[in-house]
């Protein structure tokens, strides 16, 4: 791990706090805070991307250095300032609470940032001791990865390692805190700045530190752009609304649902970032939201997912309004996301659909299906895969997507699939139909089992999850009968599939 190229540009280039040290406090002016990770006991990868690594140059598992116990010749390690909304609402100072980057290293292709998640108190770790449980760490190394093969935009994840040490949580924050085994997960991105990041500097009025972070972030991360006029800044930030809506669009083509859409937790890569309280649609049900948190007003349900993209974004347009002779230009940048995000919307339906494009009428085709997929407790996965491969408009051929055989409204899915069927000339492109509609995602119950498995000191299903999932749009026979499957009973109802809250 030493053998790599660390470079430090961020901190070189923005306001920083030098004080090395973890003391939660607040940090008016800067970008970034200087802390080394806290050592842990005895750090043991556990889990390992072969494909991040090769991608960095690794060859060997570096325990101590990974698990935050020893820092290597040209580290710099940070955490972060940001704020953000959290459910709706100005949180200020949020930041890095348990999260310190190592720095930035070149790979020759490219410079990316490597951070330890789980690796100890920040100055911005509030009233938290900064580390991560297993049960989290798991979650977020297999959807990290999970995603990036689906064709999600997202940060990755490199490994997972054991700290050797207890973390107490209370995982529903019902009063019942239990000591659960210690992680770190090493995850990487071009870079984890946030809408957030932005914010924090707008909104207490430190436009130098702002303006500051504009700068470095558009010289490093978006050189095409010249922000030196309002039209500049405008073209820069509809790069940004491009970027998270095909994120969020995405998102929908799979069943995703992120959880905790909160403005510190949207990259300005347009990346998913923050695996926390996520999940799958199981069935088709555009008001799920897995986050008990958030259960009440279900901001973050599936189906809000797009206008709360909307919503944060024209929070990060307000932070750059300062900057600006005339602020109202903003809302063009802000009504290009609502236009962008319906064009890549239509697309990605017309894909899972195998149509020859989005035509007149299809919105009424595709509103009429969800409907119908909400008319029965309906798979959502399933139901997708099984249509790209159907040979005639036949409901008995998606059966197995249903979760109960009764009270299917036979004649009503008949009379859609002939539409469908008409619509498409009896002939869907279903080679396009199986590149959109994947055969297997991380459902929330498989990384339970994962997770139920690793703290009895077994991987083995952990890593099976991350094998499988690199290749989520293939058959994969020999896993089928284990993994394609729908939710099963046990899982309807239990913590860590249908309930998680922000600590998962």
């Not at 695996?275 to 555009?286: I, S």
């Not at 991987?459 to 009968?481: C, D, F, G, K, T």
Request: hydrophobic share 35%; with cysteine.
């Amino acid at each position: 791990m030493g053998s790599l190229n660390w470079i430090s540009r961020f901190t070189d280039e923005t306001p920083g706090d030098n004080q090395v040290g973890g003391l939660p406090r607040q940090v008016p002016g800067v970008c970034w805070s200087r802390v080394n990770p806290t050592p842990t006991p005895n750090p043991v990868v556990r889990i390992w991307s072969t494909e991040m690594a090769e991608k960095l140059g690794l060859e060997a598992k570096e325990n101590d250095m990974l698990g935050g116990k020893k820092l290597s010749s040209g580290m710099h390690p940070y955490a972060q300032r940001y704020g953000g909304h959290q459910f709706g609402n100005w949180a200020g100072q949020l930041g890095d609470g348990r999260a310190i980057t190592l720095g930035e290293v070149d790979t020759g292709e490219e410079i990316l940032e490597l951070q330890l998640k789980g690796s100890g108190v920040t100055p911005y770790s509030r009233f938290s001791d900064g580390k991560a449980v297993l049960r989290s760490s798991i979650r977020e190394f297999l959807c990290s990865e999970a995603m990036h093969h689906l064709c999600v935009p997202t940060t990755r994840a490199l490994s997972l390692v054991t700290t050797g040490e207890d973390v107490v949580r209370d995982i529903l924050y019902d009063g019942r805190p239990a000591a659960e085994p210690g992680a770190i997960v090493c995850r990487v991105a071009p870079s984890f700045i946030r809408f957030g990041s932005f914010q924090i500097h707008s909104m207490s009025g430190d436009l130098e530190t702002l303006r500051s972070l504009v700068d470095y972030t558009v010289k490093h991360h978006f050189p095409g752009h010249n922000i030196q006029t309002d039209d500049g800044i405008i073209e820069w930030l509809k790069r940004i609304a491009d970027e998270t809506a095909l994120m969020i669009a995405h998102w929908m083509r799979i069943g995703f649902v992120h959880g905790v859409m909160n403005t510190d937790n949207m990259s300005i890569h347009g990346l998913t970032i923050d695996y926390g309280p996520y999940g799958w649609l199981e069935d088709f049900n555009p008001d799920w939201t897995p986050n008990t948190t958030d259960s009440g007003r279900k901001r973050y349900k599936f189906g809000n997912q797009a206008q709360i993209g909307g919503w944060n974004y024209a929070r990060l347009l307000e932070s750059m309004a300062p900057l600006l002779e005339q602020p109202n230009k903003l809302h063009k940048a802000l009504d290009y996301y609502y236009e962008t995000y319906q064009n890549y919307n239509n697309e990605m339906w017309a894909e899972k659909l195998g149509l020859d494009g989005f035509n007149t009428g299809d919105d009424i085709l595709i509103s009429e299906l969800t409907v119908l997929l909400q008319s029965v407790e309906t798979d959502m996965t399933i139901f997708f895969r099984l249509l790209s491969s159907i040979n005639e408009p036949d409901i008995s051929h998606l059966t197995y997507a249903f979760y109960s055989r009764e009270n299917i409204p036979k004649q009503e899915w008949n009379v859609w699939l002939n539409k469908w069927w008409s619509r498409v000339k009896q002939n869907p492109d279903q080679e396009k139909m199986k590149i959109a509609n994947p055969k297997y995602v991380l459902r929330n119950w498989m990384a339970q089992l994962a997770i139920d498995a690793a703290e009895g000191e077994d991987y083995s299903v952990a890593i099976e999850l991350y094998e499988l999932l690199r290749n989520p749009y293939l058959e994969q026979p020999e896993y089928e009968e284990k993994w394609f499957k729908k939710r099963p009973e046990w899982a309807r109802h239990r913590v860590g599939c249908s309930m998680l809250s922000c600590s998962s």
